[in-house]
């Protein structure tokens, strides 16, 4: 049985995980229920202390990562792994989880020797629900609904948030605290692992602690870029501010013509927001300022942006039909030399084995915008999902918790070898410089990405070329980028943070949101009416979510 699953999708999945959407969609962490039932936030509780960071002490990486944010980076597969977990964690009992998957359904149990292979290792029969993005919140609202539950549950998958999610936790999910706080954490090392910045980024409920974060690097968006194109332009330049909005421009009108575009855009990200934004020094979706709090769609920084992007899109260097197409035609489109810049998540070793020796893939450094502004990079959340487990006796959600471990095995490890390529000889053989790479049965749909384990624990991810040991370059381009990038980087300050309103209205505030951006970058609406956007925004929930905002914010120091 095949599912027609490229070699791409495997090393994808394996090296990158599923990246958050650029669009900037529920990425404000404010997670919760409806406007009824028990108390959510954390005002007026005693806060749990996050988990005690223990990092691995592991294969030395070739570019080292920083305090700040900057990720480790590896410019070859380790040649001696190590064991992260000293003793099978399971009982031999069945574990149950529901999980989500871009990929196509894998292979049953009984004919998966990747499954199989982990369910040994792992000491359990672990059994799995796994879920497309298209369903995955009407099959856990139902799950949450009927009492049905697994045993993990992988929460607010890839940013989709759940009705009423922090209330079903509160409910029916096993409070984490007295296992995982400070240094109880100690009993689990690769839980320790996980940086605080991705605990935060999932926030606690009640003061308490629900879950166990999927984490993702805090350097996030950026101009991913053909250099090439850019070097022909006159317009690449390797740092922060050292290129004016004005040459960029020029440039980008040299890029333009003959069904060639110097930015790229499709139906979603809104014409590439989130980077322009923050170039031209707007706050990370959230302001807070003498604990009041007011959203970025609210700044003259995100006008002069608007301002910026709808002077391009009326000079032609957009695609004219942006909205018309979607991610992977806009993909394609940059593989292909059809656009210079699309702002995306930065994964440049995917880019840069997709396109093979088309072009040099980098990061455009930020331009100095018109406005004069100070460049900010916007921080991600640090998180894609967090791990739930299910109310149980304390040795049932103990057994859970070492299996969440194992699954965060990290890298240099013996285990995140097993769960991210499987089994040498069936699943991955050696390259020439020993890295594993996927054999036909892999690439044919048995792999960690259809099986998508990876979101009931994973390891702190790192930058290495999965898949193609020997192309150092383009890993010392995307650490150089994190290097420029990070000293600038704030985060959202609402991630973390309990609101009610903003859980059920943030669906409607967003495609508020998008809607007027795309019309004012189109030329459909003039700038000058964003005013009443801002009003039309706040009315609907906007300003009673930043009250909400500003008490939690208060409460948690």
Not at 95 to 101: C, E, F, I, L, N
Not at 292 to 299: D, G, I
Not at 499 to 505: G, N, P, Q
């Amino acid at each position: 049985m095949t599912s027609g699953i490229s070699r791409r999708s495997v090393l994808q999945a394996i090296g990158a995980g599923t990246a958050l959407t650029a669009t900037g969609t529920a990425l404000t962490g404010c997670s919760g229920g409806g406007s009824t039932g028990a108390d959510i936030g954390n005002k007026g509780k005693k806060l749990a202390p996050w988990p005690t960071h223990l990092p691995f002490n592991g294969p030395k990486p070739n570019l080292a990562p920083t305090k700040a944010g900057v990720q480790a980076a590896y410019l070859t597969y380790p040649q001696d792994l190590v064991r992260a977990v000293a003793e099978r964690p399971g009982d031999g009992k069945k574990v149950t989880a529901v999980v989500m998957s871009y990929a196509a359904p894998p292979t049953p149990l009984a004919k998966n020797k990747l499954h199989q292979a982990l369910n040994k290792a792992l000491g359990v029969d672990l059994q799995l629900t796994i879920v497309p993005p298209d369903q995955y919140v009407a099959k856990l609202s139902t799950m949450m609904a009927s009492g049905d539950l697994p045993d993990i549950i992988s929460m607010n998958a890839g940013g989709y948030f759940l009705p009423n999610e922090a209330r079903f936790a509160l409910s029916q999910c096993a409070d984490l605290t007295e296992h995982l706080s400070g240094d109880a954490v100690r009993k689990y090392p690769n839980i320790a692992n996980i940086p605080t910045y991705s605990w935060e980024g999932m926030g606690r409920i009640q003061g308490k602690i629900y879950g166990i974060p999927i984490e993702r690097p805090l350097p996030w968006i950026g101009m991913v870029c053909n250099r090439d194109q850019l070097e022909s332009a006159g317009i690449w330049v390797p740092e922060v501010g050292g290129l004016k909005a004005a040459d960029l421009t020029k440039g980008a009108k040299q890029l333009t013509g003959k069904g060639k575009w110097a930015f790229g855009a499709a139906n979603t990200g809104e014409f590439g927001w989130l980077a322009h934004a923050a170039n031209h020094g707007a706050s990370n979706m959230w302001a807070v300022k003498d604990g009041a709090f007011s959203h970025t769609l609210e700044s003259e920084e995100l006008r002069a942006a608007l301002e910026q992007m709808a002077a391009w899109h009326k000079d032609g260097l957009y695609r004219a039909d942006a909205l018309s197409i979607d991610g992977a035609t806009s993909a394609t489109d940059m593989e292909n030399g059809k656009i210079a810049i699309k702002t995306d998540s930065v994964w440049l070793q995917d880019l840069a084995r997709r396109t093979k020796d088309k072009f040099t893939a980098d990061v455009a450094r930020p331009y100095a915008p018109a406005n004069g502004a100070e460049y900010h990079h916007w921080f991600g959340n640090g998180y894609f999902s967090y791990t739930a487990l299910k109310k149980a006796p304390k040795a049932r959600v103990e057994l859970l918790l070492r299996v969440v471990d194992f699954m965060s095995a990290p890298f240099g490890s013996k285990e995140w070898e097993l769960i991210n390529f499987g089994v040498e000889g069936t699943h991955f053989e050696r390259g020439p410089g020993g890295a594993p790479e996927p054999t036909e049965l892999s690439l044919a749909g048995e792999n960690t990405n259809t099986l998508a384990v990876k979101t009931i624990g994973a390891a702190p991810q790192v930058i290495y070329p999965y898949g193609f040991d020997g192309d150092t370059e383009v890993i010392k381009r995307h650490h150089a980028w994190q290097q420029d990038i990070v000293p600038t980087g704030i985060a959202n300050p609402a991630l973390g943070l309990r609101s009610a309103t903003w859980s059920t209205k943030a669906t409607t505030l967003d495609k508020l949101r998008a809607d007027a951006i795309n019309a004012v970058v189109t030329g459909k609406r003039p700038l000058s009416d964003w005013g009443g956007v801002v009003k039309e925004w706040r009315s609907k929930g906007g300003a009673k979510a930043a009250e909400e905002l500003a008490k939690e914010y208060e409460a948690a120091g």
